[in-house]
């Protein structure tokens, strides 16, 4: 019988841990889609360049910091590129 319920608990807390993981995921695979997509809009409609700065570009290191960072990550790829600190 403890062995039993032993056993229940040890699925209910695999089945929490789970749940738990696959949410903090979700909103990192979002974060990072939306840092993606905010890249590609920033270069797009060519933000950068009405504060007389050149567009962020796509190479490897911005890709990887937008995904990464996701929307905030942006943000600091943008404050380094208006303060003259490059990648």
Not at 18 to 25: G, R, S, T
Not at 35 to 51: A, P, Y
Not at 55 to 76: E, F
Request: with cysteine; proline share 2%; net charge neutral.
């Amino acid at each position: 019988m403890s062995a039993v319920l032993i056993a229940i608990l040890l699925v209910v807390a695999i089945v929490a841990i789970v749940y738990y993981l696959v949410k903090k995921f979700t909103v990192l695979i979002v974060n990072a889609i939306l840092g993606i997509i905010l890249l590609f809009i920033l270069n797009f409609l060519h933000v950068m360049q009405w504060m007389g700065k050149p567009d962020l570009g796509y190479d490897l290191a911005t890709v990887l910091i937008s995904a990464i960072g996701g929307l905030p990550g942006v943000c600091i790829l943008v404050l380094l590129d208006i303060l003259g600190i490059t990648l």
